[in-house]
């Protein structure tokens, strides 16, 4: 009895360690010591751990099995790098110069075929149309004409079949990757083709990075008729209850935010909102981004990071009758065009006690500073660009974004440009 005990404890305790290992070595001037490790789940990056650097050394233990994209990144200087997991360890060499990762070093066999092969994929659609074009203006019997024919034979020859029972990942997501993303006229695939994928798949295409675009196919392939019924077909074969269900229902839902499509995201956030089983994380997650910035709903409050143009301490501290809240950056063309109309009614607005606060997903400290000098309202910046709070917190999808606020803070409108901000306050 007594080794049948010490048996167990073992199991027990090895059962307890991690499934595999994430391990990067970091340059020794490298001053990033907080990092966070992401999984994926559809398009959601979900934080899986923090952890800080040691002697120039990170490491995340990742407690369960994950076979999938994975990323790290570092809030401090935002550099973030992505990898793939094959459920085992994983080893990275980062290289940097003034604190920015210039080179990523991949020292494991699954994430170094997967470089090579990204690699590969990207020089044959961008880099061999360009050197068959050269080729005309070159004799096979020069020395140059005989380096492009070998590098054109190298760029069109079929890539190495990958062993699907020794890196299963990989084999998953470049097969899928080549069937219903690839834009190749050969391999056009229906809507039942889709539907079929998405039912029977296995978990990794949620942490594949597939499902979003996925989905996208599976919309064009239908055509604009009667994009309703599409949904609907895919939901039901799915079962909405699902856990798969419940990851394409949001999925589907920011889909139908980010290309503007009020009807249906309106109606199938209802369909959310309605269902009486349990509901998954990342469904919650969405449902309550939304519900944050409804109609009526109290803006979540957001305490400033380094703000200019205010002594306040968050977005409820400033005072006014109205509050207009634009999430923006400096590298958005629309916004480009957009905040200097509002720069021009600044003044109009003042003098209706009415505050501007612009929260920007810049990422770029000296360009952020720099645009924001020409804006006298009250800016704030976490300069971690899309990977900052603003984006879940306040369901933000694209800039500009614009929020009208009452004294209390009640969201009262939503306007979807410049113009529309304007009205709202007559000064158009």
Partial sequence: MKKISILAAFLAAFSI??????????PADFTNQDAILYSLNGSRDIIASTEKVKNNVLTFKYPTSYSGMMKIYFPGSNNTFSFISENKNVNIKIEAQNNKINNIVYQDEAND???????????KELILPAL???????KDNTDFGKALKTEISRLTGTSNEIDPAKHPFI???????????ANDPSKKVSQDDIVNFIDKSNDM???????RPVLVAYLNA???????ASVDKLLDKLKVETPRGQTVLSELIDIFDVYEMKDLKDKYLNLAKNLKCTITDRLASTLKSNANVQIGSTFPNNKFQSPVNTTAK???DVKADKKVIVFWSSTCSHCESELPKLLEKYNDLKAKNIQIIGLSLDVD??????KIAAFPWINDSELRGWNSSYTETYNVHATPTYFILDANNKIISKPDHVGDVLEYFKLK
């Fill in 171 to 181: 084999s998953y997501y470049n097969t899928n990757y080549a069937k219903y993303i």
């Fill in 17 to 26: 360690q991690a499934q595999f290992t994430v391990t990067v070595q970091t």
């Fill in 205 to 211: 295409l949620e942490t594949s990075s597939l499902l």
């Fill in 222 to 228: 239908g055509g604009n008729a009667n994009v309703g």
């Fill in 314 to 316: 968050s977005i409820y």
């Fill in 132 to 138: 068959t074009q050269i080729k005309e203006y070159y």
């Fill in 365 to 370: 400290k000296d360009s952020y500073t720099k």
């Fill in 113 to 123: 075929l997967m470089s090579k092969q990204q690699e590969g994929s990207q020089k």
